[in-house]
């Protein structure tokens, strides 16, 4: 398809399990953004990608989140020992971003991925 | 650092009629951008209309407006005519312009729940 693609869907996680969550960009998308967003709350900033490199992880909660875009394309978020409080849909989206100005080449959204820790 | 504050958690209207989401915020930042996300029950976030902060008029797509006051820090949404579709989520968002905007993320309120009754 032409839009942001995530898998799964849906996680369901015992707590101290480790998660991974895919993220598919719009192709030849230059920027990749994670956000988390908690129930009945506002999705907030986790991390960014250019190209392949990570130029701010200032969101990541804690050392248990890491991400990683090795190709510059697809995007993997993952949790380290899953704690309750990690329980939220994680948000990926894309644009052209590189030289381009966010404002003129906005932001799409995947659909998420719910997880729960149980 | 930004907050974007949305004071109105629900809200309702009767089909055809108009209402107003409000969200104000705060920044230090001459230079940014502010949007309006609808999240529909699929979760995927979609870009409703958008305005720059340099720019004193309005931003109009459709049926929806912005009431856009900076002095006051608010930046309230419109919707005329609504359409039973237009039930969902709705974020008020901050973008703040640097000097290169690829990598700027998103700051989020809290979000108003519409419903639009027939």
């Known amino acids: 398809g032409a839009g942001v693609s995530q898998s799964p869907r849906y996680k369901v996680a015992k707590r101290g399990q480790d998660v991974a969550l895919r993220c598919d960009p719009i192709?030849?998308?230059?920027?990749l953004f994670w956000y988390q967003q908690a129930l009945g709350q506002g999705p907030e900033f986790l991390t960014y990608?250019?190209?392949?490199?990570?130029?701010?992880k200032s969101g990541l909660p804690s050392d248990r989140f890491f991400a990683e875009r090795p190709e510059g394309s697809v995007s993997t978020l993952k949790i380290q020992r899953t704690q309750q409080e990690d329980s939220a849909v994680y948000l990926c989206?894309?644009?052209?971003?590189?030289?381009?100005?966010?404002?003129?080449?906005?932001?799409?959204f995947g659909n998420g991925t719910r997880l729960t820790v149980t | 650092a930004q907050t974007v504050t949305q004071s109105q958690p629900e809200m309702s209207v009767q089909e055809a009629e108009t209402v107003t989401l409000s969200c104000t915020y705060d920044?230090?930042?001459?230079?940014?951008?502010l949007f309006w996300y609808k999240q529909p029950p699929s979760r995927q976030m979609i870009l409703v209309i958008r305005?720059?902060?340099?720019?004193?008029q309005n931003a109009t797509e459709n049926r929806f407006s912005v009431n856009f006051q900076k002095a006051a820090k608010s930046f309230s949404l419109k919707i005329s005519d609504s359409q039973l579709g237009d039930t969902a989520m709705y974020f008020c968002?901050?973008?703040?312009?640097?000097?290169?905007?690829?990598?700027?993320?998103?700051?989020f309120g809290g979000g108003t729940r519409l419903m639009v009754k027939p």
């Open positions: 989206a894309s644009s052209l971003g590189g030289t381009s100005s966010s404002y003129n080449s906005p932001l799409h």
């Open positions: 192709s030849g998308h230059v920027s």
């Open positions: 990608f250019q190209n392949e490199a990570q130029l701010d």
């Open positions: 920044t230090s930042e001459n230079n940014y951008y």
């Open positions: 305005q720059e902060a340099y720019k004193q």
């Open positions: 968002a901050f973008m703040k312009r640097g000097f290169n905007n690829a990598g700027n993320m998103l700051t």
